[in-house]
């Protein structure tokens, strides 16, 4: 059973920076794509950015050029670094990972983090 751990949630001022990491544990042959999302009190969760096992990176226009996604296939660990932070931003992030088990597997499988939260403070 593959399981993400989170880490590096908190809280932080306006302007300033947090790195989230999602580190996934269990059987996985090859992750496909990577991926943060988050969910703000009462709203509906959103895709923030993704990196497929290509390097190719995608983000939601609220934080294009000031967060990072990237990943570490051989620990099979993403990474969200978030910089000039804003008050909007204070959700609950989660990672996905898509990932194959074996070799052989034709279906992927998506996999969740438990949530760690990011409060932004004006």
């Known amino acids: 059973q593959v399981q993400l751990v989170e880490s590096g949630g908190g809280l932080v001022q306006a302007g300033g920076s947090l790195s989230l990491s999602c580190a996934a544990s269990?059987?996985?042959?090859?992750?496909?794509?990577m991926g943060w999302y988050r969910q703000a009190s009462g709203k509906q969760r959103e895709l923030v950015a993704t990196?497929?096992?290509?390097?190719?990176?995608n983000y939601v226009e609220s934080v294009k050029g000031r967060f990072t996604i990237s990943r570490d296939n051989a620990k099979k660990t993403g990474y969200l670094q978030m910089n000039s932070l804003k008050p909007e931003d204070t959700a609950v992030y989660y990672c996905?990972?898509?990932?194959?088990?074996?070799?052989?597997?034709?279906?992927?499988?998506?996999?969740w983090g438990q949530g760690t939260q990011v409060t932004v403070s004006s």
């Open positions: 269990g059987s996985i042959f090859r992750i496909d794509t």
């Open positions: 990196i497929t096992s290509g390097g190719n990176t």
């Open positions: 996905n990972f898509r990932y194959y088990s074996r070799s052989f597997t034709k279906v992927p499988t998506d996999s």
